[in-house]
C-alpha cells in the first residue's frame, strides 16, 4: 500500500523548533522528489520544502530559508522536517507529498501521494 504517515507536531512556543518526520511506504521513497506542504485554516496549500531523495538537493520557500532544513534518511524510508525559530500561527497542518523523479520544484499538482498531515500550533 502507498503511504506516507507524518508525526511530531504539537504546540510550540515562538521561536521554538519542532521536528516532523514522514514515514513513506509501498513506493521506491529513493527516487521520488519529496515535498512538505503546508495549509492554515482558510488559506490554500503553500508548497514549503522539498528534496530530491536521489541526489539530496534540497530547496525552500522563502517564507522558511534559513529557518527550516528538509532531510531524508533514505535507508528508513523517511522524510525530515526540521523547523527552528518558529513564528507565531495559530495554526497550520503539515503535509508531506512525494513527487515523480525529476519533478520539478514546488508543482503541487505533480504531487501524487499525500500524508494525512499533521497539526502545528505556534502559540505562547
Known amino acids: 500500500e502507498v503511504q506516507l504517515v507524518e508525526s511530531g507536531g504539537g504546540l510550540v512556543q515562538p521561536g521554538g523548533s519542532l521536528r516532523l518526520s514522514c514515514a513513506a511506504s509501498g513506493f521506491t521513497f529513493s527516487s521520488s522528489v519529496m515535498n512538505w506542504v503546508r495549509q492554515a485554516p482558510g488559506k490554500g496549500l503553500e508548497w514549503v520544502s522539498n528534496?530530491?531523495?536521489?541526489?539530496?538537493?534540497?530547496y525552500y520557500a522563502d517564507s522558511v530559508k534559513s529557518r527550516f532544513t528538509v532531510s531524508t534518511d533514505n535507508a528508513k524510508n523517511t522524510l525530515y522536517l526540521q523547523m527552528n525559530s518558529l513564528k507565531p500561527e495559530k495554526m497550520a497542518v503539515y503535509y508531506c507529498a512525494a513527487s515523480p523523479y525529476g519533478a520539478a520544484r514546488g508543482v503541487i499538482s505533480d504531487f501524487g501521494i499525500w500524508g494525512q498531515g499533521t497539526q502545528v500550533t505556534v502559540s505562547s
Open positions: 528534496i530530491y531523495t536521489y541526489k539530496n538537493n534540497s
